[in-house]
């Protein structure tokens, strides 16, 4: 998986900050345990899916971590910061454009109802008993997705993209991994962030 993600060209954030639109999707492939465990189990490059949100001229992630649950962080955090340790991100970063959202503005109803899923979002935590329970179904293939009102990545981006009508395939045990949304065949990518 990822194949079209192999050869994309590399820019640097700044000139990606301009191009960036609302609904574009980040993309990581992390060089962290949780993140290899991600892509070996989920046979994917990626371990990661984040949907970017402008704001005036400024690209944010909306995003669900394990740590912190639904939050909404700037993209300079992936960047130049990573979580408060003044380091970019330990990974590779992708941005991609869904090819339903690719024209529409910032003031479409779809765009609209996406991002507001998110936001209703903000703030829903993991417990370590769902972490625990999201570990032993990547790591040991255990188990079948239940709905609740905890998300790992790529379960928050589907239900965000599904207000907009838009969906996403799940394994046959009903999970959703990162490397599903990058393989969509209506998901382009665009570049790798440098």
Known sequence: MGHKFKDVKKIAYEEAAG????????????????????????????SHVAIIVRWRERPLILESVEDDGVRLVPLTHYVENYENRH??????????RHRE?????????????????????????????????????IGLGLGRHE??????CSEFV???????DIHFRKDDRGFIYPGHIA???????????L
């Open 147 to 152: 709905d609740n009102d905890a998300y790992i």
């Open 101 to 137: 959202l690719a024209g529409l503005g910032n003031e479409d109803a779809r765009i609209g109802a996406l991002v507001d899923r998110g936001l209703d979002l903000l703030n829903r935590k993991y417990d370590n008993e769902e972490i625990a329970r999201i570990v032993s179904r």
């Open 183 to 193: 393989e969509d065949a209506r998901v382009d990518a665009l570049f790798r962030l």
């Open 158 to 164: 589907e239900a965000c993209f599904a207000r907009a």
């Open 87 to 96: 380091a970019p991100y330990n990974g590779e970063l992708y941005i991609a």
């Open 19 to 46: 191009q960036l639109r609302t609904g574009d999707i980040m993309l990581g492939s992390g060089n962290y345990m949780v993140s290899e465990l991600i892509k070996r189990f989920s046979d994917s490059m990626f």
